[in-house]
């Protein structure tokens, strides 16, 4: 442990532990060479300071470690007042005791310095001579003055010695005042300091106690004043309304119950109510109309009783506003009869509210808000209305009241957004017909018509609408078996009608095909499913290439790429026999060389005729071009005595041309 961490009390009991040391050291000295030496601190070279002549013992390392304690920060905090005091008294009266046997020890070591007494000679008893008496009695007077001189050497030797050791006593006491000074100068210091310390911690705590006195006192009073206030307003509002109480949109802020009763009475006889009704309207109904009268009853003392003296402060903030029917009264007939007059409740001028819904808009479904309409609701109207009477309120507002007839849904209906999800589902397809060169596109455009939400917001799918929607795309570009313009050969246009040759669409194959491309969300361009194929779609359905038969005039012409590349007469269905070749379009179905034709057959198992060509080409069933030899003559009026069974008959020649220029599927045109 350095000096700085040492306390006090601790170099003390060193320095006494040095004494005791010394003065062991001095008494082993005296008992080895006789000599005894007072014990002395070590010089540290510098003068000592002197004290009554005498020197003063250097302290200065203990005045340098007990400064250094005092600036160093103490390992423990200094023990408690009493403890402190009991220390010091106990090390004062140690260092008491210890100069005590100090010197006590130096008087023992004197008392055995000093030479042993000399006995006394014994006188001579022998009276034989005088000589030897005088001998004797010169011996004694020499004995005598040398006792004398050894007394008074002694004596001085003993003066000297006493001098010395009051000399001693006088150092010993001088150091142990030293040291004491020493200590107490630390001590007083020290005391100084927490004395200092001590009366500034007694007047800051006498000023810290006075002013906490003092606030204490003035939040008393503070509180005294509030409890006051607080109880005599809670008493108050015992009898009275609240602060900002407002009953029935009447004002009746810290009034009593008869003041209030008294202000309901004054207004009762200008009573009205004002209906406000949708779109800003406004109707009356007048309370002399209806005899209405105030009668007084226990409602507001009851309001009174109910209320919380105590819990007045919260009306500051939390503005009682009471609705309660009071005590009024009226003829129930003659508001009936306001009522009926009133002019919302005229049906005419009623209109229904619209549930929210959910509606196409920019290519997808969104949800339209709900409508509220001006249709009466007279159950509720005629309770509101009763209510606001007995309530005694000034107005009644039809649309906050629900006096309309609400819809059902309302825009965040969870119905009404599932809904517009749902059918928003079937909007991702695209489907794009090809009626080259037109195009029919089904779009979320096109879907949208045929997706249903009923009124419970239920979603369907109109099948019916698909069909429909697929029968205008026929009516549109069907053209088997339709009536349809055509330009002849001759430059002529005539309507031809009839005939399996052309467009027509399989609605039921195509309703199937579109609803899956709905479906899977397709994207897809496409020809829809035909029953049956034209050549082109447009102005004709034949294309450039056909076979002609103008059956009036009696002529065949093949056109290939819009040019007449064949043409001859011909002879066709004899008409007066019930065979006349039938109008209409038609393609080839097939050729074939060499072929018996054969009417039909009869009974007996024979055909009606059976006749051997050597080119085939059918295309209305058994109707078809072949090579007549048996003709003597083609064209002219030669078909209405020697027509044919329907077929058309051809020069071998032009029929073997023809075989060579016609395909299967290619157009035949018959007309008039």
Known sequence: MSSRDKRPEDIIEESIKRSFEDLNQSKSRKETDGSYDIPRKKSSGKKTPQRNGQPRRDNQAQRENSSREEKSPRKASRQSGEKEASSKGGSKERRSEDA??????????????????????????????????????????????????????????????????????????????????????FDDRDEDKMSR?????????????????????????????????????????????????EINGTDCSMKSVDQVEDEMKKKVGDYTLTLKESGGGTETIVGSDISIQYVPGGKLDEIV??????????????????????????????????????GCMNPEAQTPSVDAHPEFQEGQFVVV????????????????????????????????????????FVSDSPEVTAAAAAMNSYLGANITYDFNPNTEVVDSSVISQWV??????????????VRGYIQTLADKYNTKGVPRPFTTASGNVVTVEGGGFGWRIDQEAEFGALLANIQNAETVTREPNYSSRGISH????????????????????????GQVVLQSDCVTGNPNKGHATPQGYYSLAWKQKNRTLRGEKQPDGTYEYETPVA??????????????????????????????????????????????????????????
Not at 214 to 230: D, N, R
Not at 399 to 406: F, H, Q, V
Not at 642 to 658: D, E, F, K, R
């Open 305 to 342: 009783k109910e209320q919380n003296g105590f819990l007045w402060p919260k009306s500051l903030w939390d503005h009682p506003k009471i609705e309660t029917e009071i005590g009024v009264q009226y003829d129930e007939a003659a508001l009936g009869a306001s009522i009926a007059a009133l």
């Open 538 to 561: 447009g102005g004709t359905d034949v294309g450039s290439t056909y076979a002609e038969v103008d059956l009036t005039n009696q002529r065949m012409y093949f056109i290939k790429d």
């Open 100 to 185: 005590s046997a100090k010197a006590l020890s130096r008087r023992e070591a004197r008392e055995e310095n000093r030479p042993p007494k000399r006995k006394a000679r014994k006188k001579n008893s022998n009276p034989s001579s005088v000589s030897s008496d005088r001998d004797v009695s010169g011996m004694r007077r020499q004995e005598a003055r040398e006792d004398v001189s050894d007394k008074r050497r002694k004596k001085k030797a003993y003066s000297e010695d006493k001098l010395r050791d009051r000399e001693s006593e006088k150092l010993d006491e001088t150091e142990r005042v030293n040291d004491m000074d020493d200590f107490d100068d």
């Open 197 to 245: 310390r001590g009366r500034r911690k007694k007047k800051d705590k006498n000023k810290s106690k006075k002013a906490k006195k003092a606030a204490l006192i003035a939040v008393g009073s503070v509180a005294g004043v509030l409890l006051a206030v607080y109880i005599g307003f809670a008493m108050y509002f015992n009898s009275h309304f609240m602060f900002f109480t």
């Open 615 to 672: 080119f085939w080409m059918p295309f209305n069933g058994g109707i078809g071009f072949h090579d007549a030899t048996w003709q003597s003559s083609f064209g002219g009026r030669r078909y209405q005595t020697h027509g044919s069974h329907g077929c058309v008959n051809l020069p071998y020649s032009i029929a073997q041309q023809l075989y060579d220029l016609m395909y299967d599927g290619v157009p035949v045109i018959c007309h008039y």
């Open 452 to 465: 249903r939400v009923d009124g419970e917001m239920n979603v369907t799918f109109d099948e019916e609408a």
């Open 369 to 408: 808000p709900e409508v509220v309409g001006t249709q009466i609701n007279s159950e509720v109207f005629n309770a509101k209305v009763a209510e606001a009477i007995n309530g005694f309120q000034p107005t009644l507002d039809l649309s906050e009241t629900g006096c309309y007839a609400l819809p059902r």
